[in-house]
């Protein structure tokens, strides 16, 4: 059984969205600065705001929401 502090086996394009849940995440990669609105595993919703280019951020999200996300090419680790 893989543990949330193991790397991550897989990688997958994120298409933003405010409805649309995934499953949770280990981190996220954001390729193209901007900010980062997200739905955390817990449920708060926060943005990161100025995330620059080639970021990862270890956080497991359930969302990545359209409304306030501007930043591009985001890769959600599982």
């Not at 893989?2 to 981190?27: E, H, K, N, Q, Y």
Request: charge should be positive.
């Amino acid at each position: 059984m893989a543990l949330m502090t193991d790397p991550a086996v897989d990688a997958v394009a994120v298409t933003t969205s405010d409805s649309t849940t995934i499953p949770a995440t280990r981190g996220l990669w954001v390729g193209g600065a901007g900010n980062l609105a997200v739905t955390t595993k817990r449920g708060t919703v926060v943005t990161f705001a100025g995330v620059p280019a080639g970021v990862l951020i270890p956080i497991q999200v359930t969302k990545v929401m359209a409304t306030n996300t501007t930043a591009t090419t985001i890769l959600a680790l599982y």
